[in-house]
Structures are given as C-alpha cells and as structure tokens.
C-alpha cells in the first residue's frame, strides 16, 4: 500500500456514513484523503439502516435529541451542518425522498441510493478508498501519523476515526477507536446498547403471551433522575414481541433504562380515561375497554384486573384505582437488552470532555479526530444518528 509513497492530508479509518462524508467534503477542499475500511462490503449500516430506506435525517434534528455526558457538546456540529444542509445536497443530486413521521426523512427508492451519492462525492472529490484492509497500529511519529495495516504502512498529517459504534457485529462493528482513544489518555463511556428491544422476565413475559405481534400507540416513561440522562418520556407505539417488548416506544426507552429498573406505559391519557369514565355507564368493562384500545390488550386489561365481565357503573371505587393505575401507570421490569445483535446504535463511546466540538479533534491527541457514533453522543430513534454522523463529519472536514 505505501509503493506510491504518498503523503495523505488525512487518512479516514471507517467508510460508513461519517468516514464516507467527512473524507468526500475533504476531497472538495483539494486535501489528499485516504479511507481504509476492514470490511468486505462498505457503507452496510446505512443500507440496513430504516428497514433499507435510510432514515438519513430528522428536521427537528437538535441537543434535545442527544444523549452524551456532556449534553451540549452536540450544539456547535449541529448548528454548523442542520439537517437543511443535508436535505438540500439530496435535493440538489436529485435523490428522491420523504417525510414520514415526525420530521423523519427516509430515501424513497433505498438506502442504496445514499451509498451511491457518498460513493461519487468521494470519487468526484479524487479520495481513495480502501477495503479490506487491517488497521494494525497508528503511530504519531516527527508530526506523521504512521498507520500500519496489513498492506503496509501509510503516513497522513491527520487521522480520523470513524470506525462506529458496536452493534450488529457481523457488519463489521469494533471497537478499536475507542481502544485507541482510551489508550492514549481520553476517557471512554462504558459502550451499551441502545435504541434496543428488552426482554421481560419470564414471569411477566408469561403474562404477555397472548399479546406478542399487537402493537399500540402508548406514553413510555424511563430512566432514573438519579441517573446522569434522567428520565424520559417518548409518545411512541410500543410492540409486545415473544420476547418481550420492542417497537418505537421500546428503543426509545431502551436509551434511558438499566438493569433493575422498571418502565412506565400509560396506554391511556388522562382526559381517555375521564371520558371513558363520564361514557361507560352501565356497560361491561371488556366492552368500555374496547372503545379505547385494541381488542386484545382490552381483553387482557379486563383480565389482568379481574374486572372481566364485571359492569362498569358498579366498580368499587379500589376497583376503579386498580383499573385507572392499570391503564395509565402500567410498570414493566425487563431483565435485559436484547444485546449488540438488535440494538440500532452504541450509546456510550469515547468522552467528549477531551475533544473541541467545533472540530472533532482530540485536544490531547495531536492532529486526530473522532467523529460519528465512535463518540460518546447517542441520538434518539428517528434520523438524529445519521445527523450528527453527517454535522461530526462536516465540521471535521472544513478543519483539516
Ligand atoms: C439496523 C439498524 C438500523 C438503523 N437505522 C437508522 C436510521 O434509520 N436512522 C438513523 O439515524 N440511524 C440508524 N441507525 C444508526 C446508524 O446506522 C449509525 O448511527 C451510523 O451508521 C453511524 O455512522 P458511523 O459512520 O459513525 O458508523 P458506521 O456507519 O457504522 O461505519 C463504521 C465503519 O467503520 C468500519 N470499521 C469498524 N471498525 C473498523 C476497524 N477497526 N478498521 C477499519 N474499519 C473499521 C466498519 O466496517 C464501518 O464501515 C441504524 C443502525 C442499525 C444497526
């Protein structure tokens, strides 16, 4: 790999999303770019990534939407490329897309024509991109990054992780950026899964069974406040499964729970259950029920309760509590996530506190860079991952 001898402005270890763009913005600014890759196919979580559709960004994209230990470290990025930004380079090279939920934007045809576009900025912008290739060692030598693979050694003024977050292993996920970083004095925040369904324990899963496939519109209430991200509340549909619980509301909660801890789910909002309360007169509960919620989870409500078959104008007022709590304050106690293989992203990752976020760089490494999920920033489900990936990688670019 080093026969031609080349001198690299940057070398870019990880052609996803953050690598692909940061690498092809640089190239538009005349630097010499170089990205290694060790998988065999590159670009894979962004052709998985929205049910293979791309959720690349969300126009509400903003720090509320992030989780990091410092929760502001997003803001510069963010602000510097907005999801407008990335909108209008989509517009501009003629990518069909749309809105589907909340500010969501998702590729109309596939993800593939994203991959595609990151392909040719790159190719326009003269980088190189290599893959497979094995990152074995990068050494800071008289101001040259010397990067050993197993093809040889490159030397580039600027290194720059993108390597990524942990999940879905067999895509080509590692850890090796944050390895790295924490071996040459930054801090690393404990990698977990996140945005990832959870099981239930076997007693409550039990319970469950007979809702596995239904999937309802709910209130999922997570988190600690004694814990550093707080609580949460995510207005989602949540999706009972064989296992467990997944679905929006799930992944979304899933960010903010640990093991031991409960989550809430009202299935109803509170004026639901004041009209449910002023209509139901003389009706059977099973019957009220179904006026509000799926016949399933109204069946297993009146069942859960013990309030089957009974008449809703004779309930004890105990019996009205047990309901109302029921329907809105249900509690959850998942046992676990169902780990790296389902989770979407890392939350976790290498510690802000020693990187200027208006760049990306290290601030004791010289002339290095983190950007994308390699960082300790953790967006919520819907477009915010792809977003910082795209902002992180800007902001790096326009400083080398
Ligand atoms: C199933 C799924 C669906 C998702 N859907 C969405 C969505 O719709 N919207 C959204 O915003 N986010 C989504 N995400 C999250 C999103 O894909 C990531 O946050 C985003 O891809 C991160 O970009 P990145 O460039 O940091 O990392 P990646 O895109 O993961 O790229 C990292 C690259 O680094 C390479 N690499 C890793 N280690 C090494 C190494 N040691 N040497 C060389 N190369 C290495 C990998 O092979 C990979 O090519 C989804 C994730 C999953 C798993």
């Not at 903003?62 to 510069?76: D, G, I, T």
């Not at 004041?274 to 297993?300: C, I, W, Y």
Request: include cysteine; proline fraction near 4%; aromatic fraction near 8%.
């Amino acid at each position: 790999m080093n026969n031609s001898n080349t001198m690299w402005d940057a070398v870019v270890i990880g052609a996803g999303a953050a690598g692909l763009f940061c690498a092809g913005q640089a190239g538009a600014r005349q630097k010499k770019v170089l990205v290694l890759d060790h998988a065999k196919k590159i670009g894979e979580k962004i052709r998985i990534s929205g049910g293979g559709f791309c959720n690349f960004t969300n126009r509400y994209s903003s720090a509320q939407h992030f989780l990091s230990r410092n929760p502001h470290f997003v803001k510069s990025a963010l602000a510097r490329y907005r999801p407008s930004d990335f909108e209008g380079w989509l517009k501009d090279n003629n990518i069909a897309y749309h809105e589907k939920h909340r500010g969501q934007l998702f590729c109309d045809r596939s993800a593939q024509d994203l991959i595609n576009l990151l392909l040719q900025l790159c190719q326009r912008s003269s980088v190189t991109i290599r893959y497979p290739v094995t990152v074995h060692d990068c050494q800071l030598i008289d101001n040259l990054w010397h990067i050993y693979t197993n093809q040889g050694v490159v030397t580039s003024h600027s290194l720059i992780w993108a390597t990524g977050g942990l999940p879905v292993p067999k895509i080509g996920a590692s850890d090796k950026a944050l390895q790295f970083a924490q071996h040459l004095g930054h801090l690393v925040v404990s990698p977990r899964p996140a945005l990832v369904p959870l099981s239930l324990t076997e007693k409550e899963e039990s319970s469950f069974t007979q809702l596995s496939g239904l999937s309802v519109p709910v209130l999922i209430s997570s988190g600690s406040k004694k814990e550093h991200y707080g609580q949460a509340h995510f207005d989602e549909d949540l999706l009972f499964t064989h296992r467990g619980l997944s679905g929006p509301a799930t992944l979304q909660a899933s960010s903010y729970w640990r093991e031991g801890e409960s989550i809430r789910v009202a299935f109803l909002t509170p004026n639901q259950w004041q009209e449910m309360d002023n209509s139901a007169g003389g009706k059977l509960v099973d019957n009220v029920l179904t006026h509000f919620l799926p016949q399933r989870l109204a069946k297993h409500i009146a069942q859960q309760t013990g309030l089957e078959q009974r008449r809703f104008a004779e309930l004890n007022r105990l019996d009205k509590e047990r309901l109302k709590d029921t329907l809105l304050n249900s509690v959850f106690h998942p046992d676990t996530t169902l780990g790296w293989n389902k989770a979407e992203v890392m939350l976790g990752g290498v510690d802000t506190d020693l990187m200027d976020s208006r760049t990306m760089a290290s601030t004791v490494i010289p002339q290095c860079y983190f950007i994308g999920e390699c960082v300790d920033v953790t967006g919520h489900l819907g477009g915010h991952n792809f977003q910082w990936a795209w902002s992180s990688a800007y902001v790096c670019a326009q400083s080398l």
